[in-house]
């Protein structure tokens, strides 16, 4: 029987050896998983795509920068008929015509101008909806990597029970074959056999669960896994820091701030509509056989064009009014975006704190229970205790290894929520060696595009 409680021992110091710092020769850390999933997962690389789509809103804003150049051809045949002086006349030709025309805009209200900050916010603000998912990929990560080793913990646990109940119910029988136990010593050791594996049974489906989300988010399959770590060292050392940090970092806020400036520069753009537009068109045109009488012909022309609007129907005014709503709107999504920022900063702190009691209150309660464990066999030997309480006594050393390993768990995965909260859960803070994915390399790659309908990577 010792030898089985040694099993047990070394089930549950899988977690205990993550706050100690140790980890297994060639084993996979939480580290490479958190590398993995941040380099593979689809729904991440799908949102790095969704920047670069919004990149190309910004050359598309300078476009109008820009001038607009057409060239226009024709050609045909033409049979004409017509009187010069009393002379009749009829003629055939071939007319043919080439041009150019070149329209740049001088001033359109700033417009263009607005249009570009607006776009360039916008990718600010896709930058930062990207860091919101890469913080939700590492967190899932980091989360099943421990839910992982919680279960598989509880599995070993679960399992040495069970051996430990066989070996009860053995000696049970032994002692009911001699005359010092009854039949119903018997049966309350079978039926604790039986919850027992019961609840093998059900640690080993959740274990089957957690396997398969495991390779769903870090993308293989989970082998010798070594501890995971808090995340202490990185956080704040006062919850108002954490919290000051959460108002200012977490890109669910900046990002919300980002969504005012478009609004704003959306409010400057509708009420351009309402400004002049100035515009220089210049034309050079050649004709071949226009009419009869003028065989060839060539045209330039430059010419500065004005328009003010005076009134347009009254769309205009209701796209100001409607932009002043939507940008009202925004400022009013920021204080709730801020105010749920802190919220979360506050509870994670509060869990994260918990979690910490919870760990060393867990150790001293599997203490405790070995230790009573053991006195309680003790006395049953000497018929001061019934089999019954021994049954009890093992119940309650299961159930406080168990809690060991969920206080363990959540004193990590408490760490990274933490981080998360306050806006930090990246690769650069964790120190993750990886190549880290850079939105700006391909934004200004784009931004001062002419013309080209390849990307960057050349599709």
């Known amino acids: 029987m010792h030898g089985v409680k040694l099993c047990t021992g070394a089930a549950i110091?899988?977690?205990?050896?993550?706050?100690?710092?140790?980890?297994?020769?060639?084993?996979?850390?939480?580290?490479?998983?958190?590398?993995?999933?941040?380099?593979?997962?689809?729904?991440?690389?799908?949102?790095?795509?969704?920047?670069?789509?919004?990149?190309?809103?910004?050359?598309?804003?300078?476009?109008?920068?820009r001038p607009t150049v057409n060239l226009t051809a024709s050609a045909g045949y033409q049979y004409t008929e017509a009187n010069f002086s009393g002379l009749p006349a009829r003629g055939t030709g071939v007319p043919r015509a080439a041009g150019l025309t070149v329209t740049?805009?001088?001033?359109?209200?700033?417009?263009?101008?607005?249009?570009?900050?607006?776009a360039e916010s916008g990718v600010s603000?896709?930058?930062?909806?990207?860091?919101?998912?890469?913080?939700?990929?590492?967190?899932?990560?980091?989360?099943?990597?421990?839910?992982?080793?919680?279960?598989?913990?509880?599995?070993?646990?679960?399992?040495?029970?069970?051996?430990?109940?066989?070996?009860?119910?053995?000696?049970?029988?032994?002692?009911?074959?001699?005359?010092?136990?009854?039949?119903?010593?018997?049966?309350?050791?079978?039926?604790?056999?039986?919850?027992?594996?019961?609840?093998?049974?059900?640690?080993?489906?959740?274990?089957?669960?957690t396997r398969a989300n495991f390779r769903r988010i870090i993308g293989n399959e989970p082998q010798n896994l070594a501890?995971?770590?808090?995340?202490?060292?990185?956080?704040?050392?006062?919850?108002?820091?954490?919290?000051?940090?959460?108002?200012?970092?977490?890109?669910?806020?900046?990002?919300?701030?980002?969504?005012?400036?478009?609004?704003?520069?959306?409010?400057?753009?509708?009420?351009?509509?309402?400004?002049?537009?100035?515009?220089?068109?210049?034309t050079v045109q050649q004709?071949?056989?226009?009419?009869?009488?003028?065989?060839?012909?060539?045209?330039?022309?430059?010419?500065?064009?004005?328009?003010?609007?005076?009134?347009?129907?009254?769309?205009e005014?209701?796209?100001i009014r409607q932009s002043k709503e939507n940008l009202a709107q925004q400022r009013l999504n920021l204080e709730m975006t801020r105010d749920q920022a802190r919220a979360n900063v506050v509870q994670n702190w509060g869990a994260l704190s918990a979690a910490k009691a919870q760990v060393a209150s867990a150790q001293a309660q599997v203490t405790a229970s070995e230790i009573a464990l053991n006195g309680v066999r003790e006395e049953a030997r000497a018929g001061q205790r019934t089999t019954l309480d021994v049954l009890n006594a093992q119940q309650a050393l299961v159930n406080a290894r168990v809690a060991l390993v969920q206080a363990q768990h959540d004193r990590v995965v408490a760490s990274y929520n933490v981080l998360m909260a306050v806006g930090r859960l990246s690769p650069q803070v964790l120190g993750l060696r990886t190549t880290t994915y850079d939105p700006s390399v391909h934004y200004h790659q784009v931004r001062d595009s002419?013309?080209?309908v390849r990307n960057p990577d050349g599709r």
């Open 13 to 65: 110091s899988v977690l205990l050896m993550a706050l100690a710092g140790s980890a297994p020769v060639l084993a996979d850390t939480i580290e490479a998983a958190l590398v993995r999933s941040y380099q593979n997962n689809p729904q991440l690389n799908a949102q790095r795509a969704q920047v670069r789509a919004t990149d190309e809103n910004v050359p598309q804003a300078l476009s109008g920068y």
């Open 104 to 118: 740049q805009n001088l001033y359109n209200g700033n417009r263009t101008a607005n249009q570009t900050r607006a």
């Open 125 to 209: 603000g896709a930058r930062e909806g990207l860091r919101v998912l890469e913080q939700t990929v590492l967190f899932s990560a980091a989360s099943i990597y421990m839910d992982y080793l919680r279960d598989s913990a509880i599995v070993e646990v679960q399992r040495s029970n069970v051996r430990v109940l066989e070996q009860t119910l053995k000696q049970t029988r032994d002692r009911f074959d001699v005359g010092e136990v009854t039949r119903t010593d018997v049966a309350q050791s079978e039926a604790s056999l039986a919850a027992g594996k019961t609840q093998e049974l059900q640690s080993e489906a959740t274990l089957t669960a």
């Open 227 to 282: 501890p995971g770590s808090p995340v202490d060292r990185f956080l704040p050392s006062t919850l108002n820091a954490a919290i000051e940090l959460g108002l200012t970092e977490n890109p669910s806020v900046t990002a919300a701030m980002y969504g005012i400036d478009v609004g704003y520069l959306q409010v400057k753009i509708n009420e351009g509509a309402l400004l002049p537009t100035v515009s220089l068109n210049a």
């Open 287 to 315: 004709q071949y056989e226009q009419t009869l009488t003028v065989p060839k012909q060539f045209t330039a022309a430059a010419i500065a064009q004005a328009s003010i609007p005076l009134y347009q129907g009254g769309a």
């Open 317 to 319: 005014y209701a796209l």
């Open 450 to 452: 002419w013309f080209g």
